[in-house]
């Protein structure tokens, strides 16, 4: 809540806590809220592997950047989530966690799929670019990840759940997430 640093990997984890203790899902998709699809054949389901689904986004020129991203939209099944203990809630500000995210898939041995370019294809909305915060900081992180996940993630996620509004298409979850340890801010 409010407008200090945020923590997207925090806000995924509640998110992901609060959906499996309400429902039985299998199936997660954890999606960036400025990307559109393009394409109504790239399927937001879960196949047997984790599935980044946004492999061509406009403002990247509609290529893959790099093959370690993850990020954007990315389905993951239920218990790929729990087997990487989710994501890192080290990470404030922007950027990297997606990044942690795919080294701890790595890690356990989960191959990450993609639709083709053709057809995980993506608007990016306008808003003001933001750049990376502390990379130094992000780096160390990013370089620890595989030795982080067991005790870093859903499991270790620190919030306080502020309110739920229940919608017929949606169910929006407010949540603080606390303040960054220094120099995080």
Known sequence: ?????YNKAVLMNAAFIY???EYDFQCFVFHDVDLIP????NMYSCPLYPRHMSVAVDE???KLTYEELVGGVLTLKSDHFLMVNGYSNLYWGWGAEDDDLYYRLKEVSLKIIRPPPSIGR???LQHTKRTPSIWNKRAKLLYSAAKRYSWDGVSSVKYNLTNVTAYPLFTHILVDVGSPPPGFS
């Open 19 to 21: 959906a499996s203790s």
């Open 38 to 41: 393009e394409d109504d054949r």
């Open 1 to 5: 809540t409010g407008n200090g640093t």
């Open 122 to 124: 993506y608007k990016m």
């Open 60 to 62: 990247m020129d509609y």
